[in-house]
């Protein structure tokens, strides 16, 4: 380290509260230092009423970008400079770039999990989905399936603050992107969500059910998954859940866990900061000779 930043080294950042848990200063730091990139990554615990100033920093310290995370995500989009299609619709930012002084708020997450889907052969382009959840996660990627071509996604929430978010999202994306079409029914109604189930490509579990340490549990009846179903879980953490569990016992086209979601939000915003793909072969690797220590 010592050798490897200099006078001219430009710093980037995470920003929110709290951030000493964060994995993106090991993953960015690996990824800087493997490509020759002369920036180092460091995670700053910023309040709401912080952020004007903390944007105010990005621009006097030149750093190339920050990325943000809870409960900063909103703020921020009120505060940038210029937003990307899905922060506009979305309302939120994880990710800022900054062109000399003028900073663009984007956010990953949607682009994440539709390219983690991608890297199983999966593609959302004229897919009928349904999603469950309407939270930060469901909200992004049901933006970001609209946005790149799904026919249908169907939201299903329980009766919370984020069956509102839901209607909202359905709201705007008839407005935004009115080729989809999208519907929002309560998760209660067993029925509904056996009927769209039957009728969709692509399931999608986007609320904290099968999360550690509640792990374990499923919205979803294992007979409702069938083998032309591509099930994706947004949780990460096991790393397999019980509905991911659920869809390869039951022989179902595919199962994709939150990992990846999580490892190529990361690696858009990289390629948005540096132009260049992030080293994710090989971040992978040294976490696996990292874990094995
Ligand atoms: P959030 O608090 O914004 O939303 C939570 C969602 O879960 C809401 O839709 C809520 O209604 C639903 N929910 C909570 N308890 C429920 C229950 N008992 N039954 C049914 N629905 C319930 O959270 P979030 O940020 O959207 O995160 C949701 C999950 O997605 C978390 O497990 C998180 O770890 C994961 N996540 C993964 C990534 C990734 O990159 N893979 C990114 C963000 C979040």
């Not at 010592?2 to 980037?12: D, H, N, P």
């Not at 067993?190 to 499923?218: R, W």
Request: charged share 25%.
């Amino acid at each position: 380290m010592e050798k490897r930043i200099s006078g001219r080294t430009g710093l980037m950042a995470l920003i929110g509260s709290p951030v000493g848990h964060s994995g993106s200063p090991a993953m960015y730091n690996f990824s800087f230092q493997h490509l020759g990139l002369d920036y180092a990554y460091m995670a700053f615990d910023i309040k709401v009423d912080q952020v004007p100033a903390a944007l105010d920093t990005i621009r006097l310290l030149k750093m190339r970008g920050c990325n943000v995370t809870m409960p900063c995500k909103n703020e921020v989009a009120k505060h940038v400079d210029e937003l990307s299609p899905a922060a506009r619709i979305i309302g939120a930012v994880n990710t800022i770039v900054n062109d000399d002084g003028k900073l663009t708020g984007h956010i990953t997450d949607g682009v994440g999990f539709v390219r983690s889907l991608q890297e199983e052969d999966v593609e959302v382009k004229d897919q009928k989905m349904v999603v469950l959840g309407a939270g930060g996660a469901g909200t992004a990627l049901q933006v970001q399936c609209a946005l790149d071509g799904a026919r249908e996604i169907s939201i299903f929430n329980q009766n919370d603050e984020f069956f509102a978010r839901a209607l909202e999202t359905k709201e705007k994306l008839e407005k935004e992107v009115p080729d989809c079409i999208v519907n929002v029914y309560a998760l209660e109604d067993t029925e509904k969500l056996t009927e769209e189930i039957a009728a969709a490509d692509i399931l999608v579990n986007a609320t904290s059910v099968g999360m550690k340490p509640n792990d374990g549990v499923s919205l979803v009846d294992k007979k409702l998954l069938r083998k032309d179903l591509i099930v994706a879980d947004t949780v990460y953490n096991p790393q397999e859940t019980q509905m991911v569990l659920d869809a390869k016992e039951a022989g179902c086209a595919k199962a994709i866990g939150g990992a990846g979601m999580l490892l190529w939000q990361g690696a858009a915003a990289f390629k948005l900061y540096t132009g260049l793909e992030m080293p994710t072969d090989e971040y992978q690797q040294f976490q696996k000779e990292q874990a094995a220590k």
